[in-house]
């Protein structure tokens, strides 16, 4: 997938996690900054779960930014899902496909 324009997804509420996006030109690399309240605990899993989906959607030359407040697994997944929608123009991500 192509990210087309930056975008946002989330809040920094307690148990919440806001995730930007932005294109990066003339690179296929992403670049990942994750900050989270949790981190010694469970930093190793939120970046294996961005990475997965990462993967998942075949996203390239992105930056990408997440500020974690402690947020759970399903709300991260929501906000990425919400965050490459928006960033790609998609109405809905192709489920199904993956």
């Known amino acids: 997938m192509k990210i087309l324009h930056a975008a946002v997804a989330g809040t920094l509420e307690s148990s919440d996690v806001m995730i930007r996006i932005e294109p990066l030109e003339d690179t296929s690399e992403v670049s990942l900054q994750i900050t989270s309240s949790v981190e010694k605990q469970l930093g190793d899993a939120i970046r294996a779960i961005v990475l997965e ?3 998942k959607y075949e996203i390239q030359g992105a930056e990408i930014v997440v500020d974690d407040k402690g947020a759970l ?14 960033a790609c123009d998609l109405e809905a991500l192709p489920w199904e496909d993956k």
């Open 53 to 55: 989906m990462i993967e």
């Open 73 to 86: 697994e399903c709300v991260l997944r929501a906000r990425l899902e919400a965050l490459l929608a928006r």
